[in-house]
């Protein structure tokens, strides 16, 4: 526990665990509501449709190859352009360097939604996960991603076989608890993918509204927390 007797779980703060479990979960309802409306085609999952690149090249498929690229092109562009906004606010030296990107992830999903092209939608939807995976990538200086899982889980093995040889018992239960951390990372994940996919074939693509006031709340935590808290 630091020495200002705040509690702490792995580490982190309960307002950074909360956080990065809330941007994991959305990830997770866009990606699956991105798959279905696309007919398979991942806006976060760059694994995914790499694998998918390799595998219809290799069965000489060339257009859908291609389409394949094109969320892996946006969705670096996205972070190219998340990690200029913070860049660029930093030598500004201002303090809330999170907001900016999360309200452009949210136009960029609300156009995600109104757009019909099909190409279109997947362009604006893998930029729109590529800002929010550059936007918010450390938590207490552990580094995370939220709009992918699988860094987390070899981080969760990493952590959890760091536990069982540790000998300090204070950096065991640490190790311990990032572990069920990251853990909780990729269920997060998982539980936004079941979100996503029933209420899309409840309701269709405007599911993604409902992510809205999640998004807008993250961005009010950042511009109104006390630095340092």
Known sequence: MPANGERRFGGLRPSEVSEALLLTLIAGFIDAVGFL??????IANMSGNSVAIGIHSASGVWAEAGERCLPVVFYVAGLIVSRTMIHAERERRLEKVSVSPLILEMILLFLFIRVAPRNLAIGLGAFAMGVQAAAITRFNQ????????????????????????????????LAFQQSTWFLGLWIAYVLGAIGGAGAFQNRGVSVVYWTFPLLAALAAFHLFRREGG
Request: proline letters at 5%; a positive charge; glycine letters at 10%.
């Open 37 to 42: 409306r696309l007919g398979g085609i991942y």
């Open 142 to 173: 552990i580094p995370v991603h939220t709009a992918f899982v699988t860094g987390s889980l070899v981080k969760m093995a990493d952590r959890l076989v760091a536990g069982t040889r540790e000998k300090d018992p204070v950096e065991r239960k």
